[in-house]
């Protein structure tokens, strides 16, 4: 438990009877000298008290009896701030439900939704209600906002039946932790370049052309990468998103100077180019507002090729990845791109449905590589979040096998 050693657990434990496991996985903690701040839900003080918390983490035990003293504290801000992680367990078929809408009734709900933390969630139910749909849906719904699931286990509940819905074993717990801790610590090496969101390509000063993107892929990609323990910069173009505010962000407008911050952060292991890059610009800028009352025509030249440049620039990063937006022709298209861009793996996704891609909050991507024997490899429709991880997964692989 090497990477876990010292860190600092925030734990929630809300209302089921494995409540009292989580007793055990307090000690357990703290003999790795772990600090552990609890909040109690109502529910899970049904079931274990405040002074037995306490007793065995040494420290604070928070919950739902609002004081001046927590008011004055902001405790729903502080503690998910002081965390190094948050762990939900025991977690209740109720409080994934609210997680899963935002409901923030309570104090623990209210500290997961101001968190800027990796959320861990350890569901214990009866295996009825672990297999409900509405639960199902719940599930994969904080899997998309990056909360990471841990069990449940197989085997016979307090309750006498028997299935899926068992608390995880705290060493499995322990296990799962530390592993997270130990990724991220190696992947502090790594410093990563991610573009996002569309161009904007000015034709007077206040008039300009640019696309649809939304920016969602790349800021969940960078967020991912960022959550994984890389050094991240985010380079965007337009957009309504806000990135976490440790990931180095800059913000541009036309493609020349999207190419000019990608250059100034320089070298790098990975960049990956998901920006929707306007392919044209406006051969002459006008410097005025251009007059209703004249006739309009414009002339456009080629714009600057990022991803290409990039990718033949003397400080290439070792992986570079572009994306590719495709109406027709997918596949085809993508890997004559892989071929003409110069680039190490070319992610494609579809824009002509529209259920996914282009400011939507799903996609479904085929990953072509250029070094490798298969052909493609597909990530189904699913959340962008779920495809950022799927993704830096892989990136993860291939800059450890580099
Ligand atoms: O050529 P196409 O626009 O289809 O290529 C898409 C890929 O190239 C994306 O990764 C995009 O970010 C990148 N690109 C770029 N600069 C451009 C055009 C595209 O970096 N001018």
Not at 228 to 250: A, H, R, V, Y
Request: aromatic share 8%; with cysteine.
């Amino acid at each position: 438990m090497k990477f876990l050693e010292k860190k600092k657990i925030l734990l929630i434990i809300s209302g089921g009877i494995a409540a009292y496991k989580s007793l055990d996985l307090i000690r357990s903690l703290t003999k790795i000298q772990c600090e552990i701040k609890t909040i109690l839900t109502k529910g899970g003080s049904e079931f274990v008290t405040q002074l037995s918390i306490a007793s065995l983490s040494k420290n604070k035990v928070y919950s739902d009896i609002y004081s001046v003293e927590n008011e004055s504290e902001m405790d729903h801000i502080s503690l998910s701030r002081w965390a190094d992680l948050i762990l939900i367990a025991p977690a209740t078929a109720n409080i994934i439900a609210k997680m899963s809408q935002g409901i923030s009734d309570d104090l623990a709900t209210t500290v997961v939704q101001a968190s800027n933390k990796n959320i861990f969630v350890c569901p214990a139910m009866n295996v009825r209600m672990w297999e409900h749909s509405s639960n199902k849906q719940n599930i994969e719904k904080i899997k998309s906002y990056n909360y990471k699931i841990i069990g449940p286990f197989n085997g016979e509940m307090a309750c006498g039946e028997y299935g899926d819905g068992r608390m995880a074993d705290i060493n499995y717990i322990l296990n799962e932790l530390d592993n997270f801790f130990k990724s991220k610590s190696n992947n502090k090496k790594f410093k990563a370049v991610v573009t996002a969101g569309p161009t904007r390509e000015y034709i007077d000063p206040v008039r300009y052309i640019s696309n649809r993107s939304s920016g969602k892929q790349g800021y969940e990609i960078a967020k991912s990468l960022f959550n994984s323990g890389f050094e991240t910069t985010l380079i965007s173009g337009p957009s309504k998103l806000t990135p976490d505010p440790n990931i180095n962000f800059f913000k541009v407008n036309t493609a020349e100077e999207m190419y000019q911050k990608t250059i100034e952060n320089l070298p790098c292991d990975v960049a990956i180019f998901c920006a929707a890059v306007c392919d044209f610009k406006i051969k002459n800028l006008r410097e005025d507002k251009i007059k209703k009352n004249k006739d309009l025509n414009l002339d456009f030249e080629k714009n600057i090729d990022i991803l290409k440049l990039i990718s033949k620039n003397n400080n290439k990063p070792k992986l570079v990845i572009g994306f590719s937006a495709e109406t027709s022709n997918l596949h085809l298209n993508s890997k004559e791109k892989l071929q003409n861009k110069g680039c190490d793996w070319i992610i494609a996704n579809d824009v002509s449905k529209n259920d996914i891609g282009f400011d939507s909050d799903f996609n479904e991507v085929s990953i072509f590589y250029k070094d490798k024997n298969v052909e493609n490899e597909i990530i189904s429709k699913t959340y962008k979040s779920v495809v950022a991880d799927e993704i830096v997964k892989r990136v993860i692989n291939q800059l450890n096998l580099i």
